[in-house]
C-alpha cells in the first residue's frame, strides 16, 4: 500500500522468497487502511478510507469488485472468517460485517467501541 492521492497509491504483492514485485491494484484507490485475504477462495479484502468503500480482488482472476459502497465513514481494520467479511469504522464506533461474496447482509456486530484501529480473525482458541 502506497500513496497519498488518488492515482499513486497502489497494493503490491512481494513474494518473499524471490522478491518479485507485482502490483495488484493501482488505479481508483486513494488511502488505503487496512488489508486481509481469504486464503481459502485467494481473495483479497481491502478498505479505503478516503474513498470510504470496501472492495476486493480475486488473486487468480484479478477481477475487482466493489462490496461496500456507502456508509462507510472512517475503516480502520478488516478481517475474514468464515462467509463474511469483518471492518472497523473507528467514526462509527462499529464493527460490521456482510457476506464477503456479494456485499449482502449487512449487519452492525458490535457498536459503541471506541477508539478501534484493527481487527483480528481467530477461528479457534484451544483451552487452557
Known amino acids: 500500500m502506497s500513496g497519498e492521492f488518488a492515482g499513486e497509491a497502489s497494493i503490491d504483492v512481494v513474494q518473499l522468497q524471490t522478491q518479485d514485485h507485482a502490483q495488484l491494484v493501482n ?3 486513494i488511502d488505503v487502511t487496512s ?7 485467494n481473495i483479497l479484502f ?9 472492495e476486493s480482488i480475486d488473486l487468480k482472476t484479478l477481477e475487482r469488485k466493489e462490496l461496500i459502497t456507502e456508509g462507510i465513514v472512517e475503516p480502520v481494520g478488516i478481517a475474514v472468517q468464515n462467509e463474511w467479511v469483518y471492518w472497523a469504522d473507528r467514526d462509527q464506533n462499529h464493527i460490521i460485517r456482510v457476506n464477503k461474496l456479494t456485499g449482502t447482509s449487512r449487519q452492525t456486530v ?12 481467530i477461528n479457534h482458541i484451544p483451552p487452557a
Open 27 to 29: 488505479k481508483s484507490l
Open 46 to 54: 481491502w478498505t479505503d478510507r478516503g474513498l470510504k468503500r470496501l
Open 110 to 121: 458490535v457498536s459503541r467501541v471506541t477508539r478501534l484501529s484493527s481487527l483480528v480473525a
Open 35 to 41: 488489508i486481509a485475504v481469504d486464503s481459502d477462495l
